[in-house]
Nanobody, 118 residues
Framework: QVRVVESGGGLVQAGGSLRLSCAAS????????MGWYRQAPGKQRELVAT???????NYADSVKGRFTISRDNAKNTVYLQMNSLKPEDTAVYYC????????????WGQGTQVTVSS
């Protein structure tokens, strides 16, 4: 059974920083793509950033220049360094691990709350 577990959320003032971590376990396969998504109250879940096993990254326009995604392939772990946080970054952040075995399988974490106060 694949498990995806996030950590590192919390409360921070605007302009501050947080680092999220996410580990996928229970599989011998390396996740092809790992990423972070977020969902604010009353809004749809949206992509924040993704990274492939080869290191290619993709960011939402709203976080470019402020957030950095990275990963440790050996540990099936992904990180999200969030700097210059804004109140509009407040959301539940979810980690996704996509594993390709004949077809893509998506696994999600339970989410971690990030709250940015003004």
């Amino acid at each position: 059974q694949v498990r995806v577990v996030e950590s590192g959320g919390g409360l921070v003032q605007a302009g501050g920083s947080l680092r999220l971590s996410c580990a996928a376990s229970g599989t011998s396969f390396s996740a092809n793509v790992m990423g972070w998504y977020r969902q604010a109250p009353g809004k749809q879940r949206e992509l924040v950033a993704t990274i492939t096993s080869g290191g290619m990254t993709n960011y939402a326009d709203s976080v470019k220049g402020r957030f950095t995604i990275s990963r440790d392939n050996a540990k099936n772990t992904v990180y999200l360094q969030m700097n210059s946080l804004k109140p509009e970054d407040t959301a539940v952040y979810y980690c996704n691990a996509r594993i390709m075995v004949l077809r893509p399988y998506d696994y999600w974490g339970q989410g971690t709350q990030v709250t940015v106060s003004s």
